[in-house]
């Protein structure tokens, strides 16, 4: 969407607009236009310029180039990777958007004025910014530090806290801290990270950061442990520490929970701890009606925002708010600045601000937060899905999980084995189902999560997604739908897991591969009957044998998926089977297998046999070449091999030398001579080997699906005969009767003068008819 400045100047509210102004915004407009028209450069353009030394790092060029082009290229370095992609998310840029960025050119703009003008500006931009901030989210008489990095906000409190602790530590520095080390809490359910990274910056050892867990017994899982909290706190004081901080959150990075804020609140004053908030559930503060948990918050001493994702803002920054009296220990801190600079920092959230207006930001809240409520419906209703949602009902997180269906049983039995391998099957599933529905519903922004308690989890969260991906009512539907088809599958792919197991177990040439973090029915290798080999001819064999088997397997007509498993798979020349459906036969999926394999065995044995026989056949040939040439030698003599010699005896006296052909018997491994060929008129062929029979399938029907419900009167054959007709596709087709193969052959006479019959030769002109008779 274009972002038009013209319009602007046709209708200025007071007086003309500056005309650098108006033309920056133009050229913004423009080259935005140009990004985002996805319009690529033409194959023939992309062939030209790969022998063009523009793609090569190297000096400018003399000349220059115009600003189209180089948007030109800057939009094919952008896209040039979009086909190796199966899906992706870009962000929706709209107006708003368009805001955003046009601050960091105005920055840029604005700070070439005088000082006085300058200042004045930057003064009004950072005061209308916090003001307008503190009044959405309701934190009264709060000031704000504005910061690229969302920890930095947090990271220039601790120093304030510090210096509000330590009188001396402005001039005495670190030596202050050794005498009384200080402490900072952080909630076990807080981002990775984050303690550590304070304790770098800060100069302070690990052992200054204490990691609170969450209730273990009572209330929430996800919430921090108030009482054990107050009992660390004591136990510091008494150790001669000083509690310095707390670190809660207002919708944990994982599953977006809140802690028991007003409690936590109540314990910060009562030892004198500074609380600090941070978490995507603050959004709802600019709501009317917001969680009270959440409201507590705002009593809190500071809190970091993040209206980027929220709003649908890019590149805009993090916001901490925070209430402190001694503007000269902010100023120290780094909360505060002198340089007018860094207070254009806010130039991006300030236009962007005023162009959403109040009504227009608390109305992407709202819809994120209605989309989180309307999916968390949807689940409700579906089987075999929990979801991770506590008393709050307007959470904007929605974190469910796939989970076995106890009712579901299958024929052979259910899963068996601990609560551990149950929890990590169902991980691996859950995993499987967060990356399709990621991959099938891009908009809608879900990921996997793992969560310490629940496991694999897969996490709706409208609120740092929607707004940049335009998410709608009817992606979460379709997210409902799709997760309602990928539900059957998950489910009968349970069941079916140990029926596989225990059909891959009663076959002797099958070994069951057991990976419990493979997503679908489990692994499989086919094991060579020849134990005469060593070591490495057996595993040579076995990879050969599995990678032809997994290539047939590929190419059968199938919904199931075949692979070579997971990446760091410990158990290699393993296939793996993917999801199943309901109609799976597990037995003849298991049949087909090891029909293919043994066929796939005894081919290469042919081979390997068909290459000694080769060999011995060509030894014996030259043995009996050699002894032609002695046989020659004796019967035209010796002089005959003379060449000038041999030349005029043989024109006087010529030798009629016979040539003795030879011909090389596949078959039958032996060389022959081709004498046999020339005195008949026609060389009878050995008849082949019977192949096996091909079995029916019904229309449409694909392998390994059972055929209905009335299946059982029919004759429910497995799929080795289809398999075989793709190997008997170049193979003479026989005529064999059934009939015929059960007549008991007591009469061999008949069958010797009927091949006697087919040896004597045919009068020319009854070839023909003879043949039809034949056939």
Request: glycine residues 6%; contains cysteine; negative net charge.
């Amino acid at each position: 969407m274009r972002f038009d400045f013209h319009h602007c100047m046709d209708n200025p509210p007071v007086k003309m607009m500056d005309s650098t102004l108006a033309e920056m915004g133009n050229h913004l407009s423009d080259a935005m236009t140009i990004l985002e028209s996805g319009k690529l450069e033409t194959d023939q353009v992309k062939e030209r310029r790969k022998l063009s030394w523009k793609d090569i790092p190297g000096p400018l060029q003399g000349d220059g180039q115009d600003v189209v082009s180089v948007l030109q290229l800057v939009q094919n370095l952008m896209h040039e990777d979009d086909d190796k992609q199966s899906h992706r998310r870009m962000q929706y840029v709209g107006e708003q958007g368009h805001m955003a960025l046009l601050g960091h050119s105005l920055a840029a703009y604005i700070s070439v004025l005088d000082r006085e003008r300058f200042r004045k500006l930057t003064t009004r931009i950072l005061s209308d910014t916090t003001l307008w901030l503190c009044r959405l989210f309701k934190y009264e008489n709060g000031s704000a530090y504005y910061h690229e990095d969302d920890r930095d906000g947090l990271l220039k409190v601790c120093r304030l806290v510090i210096n509000t602790h330590y009188e001396d530590y402005a001039t005495e520095g670190f030596t202050v801290l050794s005498s009384k080390q200080p402490v900072i809490y952080q909630s076990a359910a807080c981002r990775p990270g984050l303690g550590q990274h304070l304790c770098s910056q800060l100069g302070l050892p690990l052992s200054s950061l204490c990691i609170v867990p969450c209730n273990t017994m009572f209330g929430s899982l996800h919430q921090m442990d108030v009482a054990l909290l107050d009992k660390l706190i004591k136990d510091d004081r008494e150790s001669g520490k000083i509690p310095l901080l707390l670190i809660a959150n207002a919708g944990t990075p994982g599953a977006g929970h809140t802690d028991k804020l007003s409690r936590l609140k109540e314990l910060c004053v009562q030892y004198k701890m500074w609380l600090h908030v941070e978490g995507v559930n603050l959004a709802t503060l600019a709501l009317g009606q917001a969680a009270s948990s959440v409201t507590a918050a705002t009593k809190c001493d500071s809190m970091t925002l993040t209206p980027g994702p929220w709003l649908g803002l890019p590149a805009v920054p993090a916001v901490t708010l925070y209430r402190h009296d001694d503007p000269a220990l902010s100023l120290s801190a780094g909360l505060t600045s002198s340089q007018p600079v860094e207070k254009l920092r806010a130039l991006p959230l300030w236009l962007s601000l005023q162009y959403l207006g109040h009504d227009g930001i608390v109305e992407r809240i709202k819809q994120a937060t209605q989309l989180s409520q309307q999916l968390l419906e949807h689940l409700k209703t579906l089987a075999s899905i929990k979801t991770s949602v506590e008393d709050e009902l307007n959470s904007p997180v929605v974190v469910f999980r796939f989970s076995q269906d106890n009712s579901a049983s299958s024929s052979g039995g259910s899963i068996e084995g601990n609560v551990a391998e149950e929890r990590e099957i169902l991980d691996a599933l859950n995993r499987w189902l967060g990356e399709q529905l990621a991959q099938q519903v891009p908009m809608s922004g879900v990921d996997v999560v793992e969560l310490e308690d629940e496991g694999t989890c897969v996490r709706f969260n409208p609120l740092m997604t929607a707004a940049a991906l335009g998410t709608q009512e009817n992606d979460v539907a379709s997210l409902v739908e799709k997760l309602g088809e990928m539900i059957q599958v998950l489910s009968c792919t349970l069941r079916f897991r140990q029926d596989f197991k225990d059909e891959v177990l009663q076959q002797a040439s099958l070994s069951y591969i057991e990976d419990l973090s493979w997503p679908g029915l489990g692994g499989v290798r086919y094991e060579p009957r020849n134990t005469d080999l060593d070591e490495d001819k057996r595993k040579n064999r076995v990879e050969r044998v599995n990678s032809d088997l997994l290539k047939k397997l590929k190419e059968l007509d199938t919904d199931l998926n075949f692979s070579v498993g997971p990446e760091f798979c410990e158990e290699k020349n393993s296939i793996f089977i993917g999801m199943a459906t309901e109609d799976l036969d597990v037995a003849e999926l298991v049949e087909t297998i090891v029909s293919l394999g043994r066929h796939i065995e005894e081919s290469g044995k042919l081979f390997e046999n068909m290459t000694e026989v080769v060999m011995r056949g060509i030894q014996e040939a030259e043995l009996q070449l050699q002894k032609a040439n002695e046989e020659k030698l004796i019967e035209e003599g010796v002089l005959r091999q003379i060449p000038l010699v041999g030349s005029m005896l043989n024109w006087f006296s010529p030798v009629q030398a016979s040539v003795k052909g030879r011909t090389f018997n596949l078959a039958e491994g032996s060389l022959d001579s081709t004498e046999p060929v020339y005195s008949v008129k026609a060389q009878m062929t050995k008849e082949s080997s019977p192949d096996s029979p091909s079995t029916k399938r019904f229309p449409g029907q694909k392998l390994f699906r059972r055929h209905g419900a009335g299946s059982d009167s029919i004759s429910d054959t497995s799929s080795v005969g289809q398999l075989d007709e793709s190997f008997r596709d170049t193979a003479p087709i026989q005529a064999a009767d059934e009939d015929v193969a059960e007549v008991p052959q007591e009469h061999p006479s008949h069958a010797e003068e009927e091949t006697a019959s087919t040896d004597q030769r045919v009068p020319e002109g009854q070839d023909t008819e003879s043949s039809d008779a034949l056939r």
